[in-house]
Structure formats: C-alpha cells, structure tokens
C-alpha cells in the first residue's frame, strides 16, 4: 500500500495578473468569424492574412485565430496558434478601435524567426488601424 501525498483542499492561486487574452478580447463564436469574412476587410501579409471589420457592439478590440488542418497535424497548428497568440499579445495594446479581427497565418509562420513575426503583427496593426485594405 502506498501512502500519496495530501493534496490541498484549497487550489493556491496566484496574484500575477495573466497575460493572456481576456474574454472579451477574444473571437470565440463561429457567427462572429462569418460576419467579419463576409462583411469585413483584408489585409494581406507576407505570413498572413488579416480580416477585419469596425464593430461598434464591443468595447474594445476583439482578435481571432483560424489555423485549418492544411496548415499541418495538430501539433503544428498548435505551434503556429500559441505563437501568433503571443505575438498579438505583444501589441495588443496598439489596438485602439472597436474592430474584430480574423488573423488567418501561413505554414511559414511554424519555422519563422519570432522577431520577424512579432514586427509582421505589429505591421498588420498598424495597418487595420489605418483602416488600409481591401
């Protein structure tokens, strides 16, 4: 008989604010991609394709993420999903119109240099601010 260790009754928590996406900040129904592809912009990248459209019903910004299985097996899409995340997390903040934006990336995001990423997403931005695109 092995005797395990007591776990806590309580989960500690931390008081580190997250870094990630809140609620809010995120692209999460089905409906909502549609009505930006449909009725939005687009704005092309050289590693990615921006969809985006004003959206006056949101407080703030709202950012989406579509990574289809063209793009490679799970744990690639997986890749690709957690390092756009944190490049967009990176700059965010530069943001400042209520939109919705649908960030659609390509294979070469997997084996591109982060850097190079982080000033694409930055670019990108700067340019949906702008309001530039087709």
């Known amino acids: 008989m ?12 931390s008081n580190k604010v997250s ?6 900040a995120r692209l999460l129904k089905h409906a909502d991609f549609q009505v930006v592809y449909k009725q939005g912009r687009k ?12 959206n006056q019903d949101t407080v703030g910004p709202r950012v989406g993420f579509t990574v289809g299985k063209v793009l490679g097996g799970a744990v690639d ?26 960030l659609h990336p390509r294979k070469s995001v997997l084996t591109l240099e982060f850097s190079q990423l982080d000033a694409e997403v930055m670019q990108v931005f700067a340019a949906v601010q702008r309001g530039r695109g087709r």
């Open 19 to 24: 870094q990630g996406f809140p609620r809010e």
């Open 2 to 13: 092995s005797i395990l260790p007591a776990r806590p009754a309580v989960k500690e928590t």
């Open 77 to 102: 899409r997986n890749r690709i999903r957690r390092r756009m995340r944190s490049a967009v997390r990176n700059h965010f903040r530069e943001l400042a119109r209520p939109l919705d934006l649908v």
């Open 43 to 54: 704005h092309f990248s050289g590693n990615m394709t921006a969809f985006y459209r004003e």
